[in-house]
């Protein structure tokens, strides 16, 4: 099992940047892939980005793609999320999940495949 604790949310003009970052307990941080999915106020959560277990492959919703950038470093057992040309539609909370299937090949778009989810944190972009 795994917990995953979001930071770096916050209040930022639009046009501007955050970085958000998810740490993860537990030694087998680099057999989960990855994934940022956000829920605004009276919509479904959905799906942001997601990276493979070693990396080497990442996956965006087109509303983020070119202005959002996801990362890892397993030896921190940390997923940075960083997040550029903010615009007030992005305004949400951000939660970070973990995929432990061993068959995963690549990283899903999929909230049905993350089996562990952080609390999410707040991003607020002000026009």
């Known amino acids: 099992q795994v917990q995953l604790v979001e930071s770096g949310g916050g209040l930022v003009q639009a046009g501007g940047s955050l970085r958000l970052s998810c740490a993860a307990s537990?030694?087998?941080?680099?057999?989960?892939?990855m994934g940022w999915f956000r829920q605004a106020p009276g919509k479904e959560r959905e799906f942001v980005a997601a990276?493979?277990?070693?990396?080497?492959?990442?996956r965006y919703a087109d509303s983020v793609k070119g202005r959002f950038t996801l990362s890892r470093d397993n030896a921190k057992n940390t997923v940075y999320l960083q997040m550029n040309s903010l615009k007030p539609e992005d305004t949400a909370v951000f939660y970070c999940?973990?995929?432990?299937?061993?068959?995963?090949?690549?990283?899903?778009?999929?909230?049905?495949?993350?089996?562990?989810w952080g609390q999410g944190t707040q991003v607020t972009v002000s026009s």
């Open positions: 999940a973990a995929d432990p299937k061993a068959f995963r090949v690549g990283a899903s778009t999929a909230q049905s495949s993350y089996s562990y």
């Open positions: 990276i493979s277990r070693s990396g080497g492959t990442t």
């Open positions: 537990g030694r087998t941080f680099s057999a989960y892939a």
